[in-house]
């Protein structure tokens, strides 16, 4: 079965700082990737996703995410943070080829902004 | 509305008492997730429906939990005899189909609390 960790719990950053939110996965065949945004009372959205392809993936509000496969690692950054970037962030995990959204989620990491 | 909707937003339940959770998924959607997230944890998978048919269930926790959909579209999670590590959200999700390129769309969770 596979599993995702989230080293960080809490971050808190002033804006415009750079972020980057740890992620990664145990798992012994191939990955679809996943980072999910829940922004304080609003319920779970998807920030992006990896399947295959350019390791490097680009997603709403400025968000990117890096897939090193040896690393087994999916780290989630920002350049520039804003104060509306405050919310709990989560890594999640399916395998390829399974019930494709079926997803095991990481602990999650909650980022406050300070303005 | 447009969105997954659950009911009720909060519960409140004397332990040994059971409680239905209510999940009206976005119209269409054939495929439904359950999934329970504790405090300050991720969302851990529970059950997933396609159409009226259950296809995993792994993850109920025991046998006091229970998942219907008997139509296809809503769907409702019983807990018989709650006990207090019952305590926790529980997340309904639902997707157009089954495969990767279906997105999840979350609801607001019901958060259940026993006393």
């Known amino acids: 079965a596979q599993s995702v960790s989230q080293h960080n719990h809490h971050v808190i950053l002033s804006e415009a700082a750079s972020l980057e939110l740890g992620c990664n996965y145990s798992y012994g065949g191939t990955v679809n990737l996943f980072w999910y945004v829940q922004y304080p009372g609003q319920h779970l959205q998807l920030l992006l996703k990896?399947?295959?392809?350019?390791?490097l993936v680009k997603g709403i509000k400025g968000f990117e995410a890096e897939f090193i496969k040896s690393k087994f690692s999916f780290n989630l950054r920002k350049p520039s943070v804003q104060w509306s970037d405050t919310a709990e962030y989560f890594c999640a995990v399916t395998p390829s080829g399974g019930a494709g959204n079926m997803l095991t989620f990481g602990g999650g990491t909650r980022l406050m902004v300070k303005p | 509305g447009a969105g997954v909707s659950q009911s009720p937003r909060y519960k409140v339940a004397k332990r040994g008492q059971d409680v239905a959770l209510r999940c009206d998924p976005i119209?269409?959607?054939?495929?439904l997730f359950w999934y329970q997230q504790a405090l300050g944890q991720g969302p851990e998978f529970l059950t997933y429906?396609?159409?009226?048919?259950?296809?995993?269930k792994s993850g109920l926790p025991s046998d006091r939990f229970f998942a219907e959909r008997p139509e296809g579209s809503v769907s409702t999670l019983k807990i018989q005899r709650t006990q207090q590590e019952d305590s926790a959200v529980y997340l309904c999700a639902s997707s157009p189909g089954g495969g990767r390129d279906s997105p999840l769309h979350f609801g607001n969770g019901t958060r259940l609390t026993v006393t």
């Open positions: 429906f396609q159409n009226e048919a259950q296809l995993d």
């Open positions: 119209s269409g959607h054939v495929s």
């Open positions: 990896y399947f295959s392809g350019d390791p």
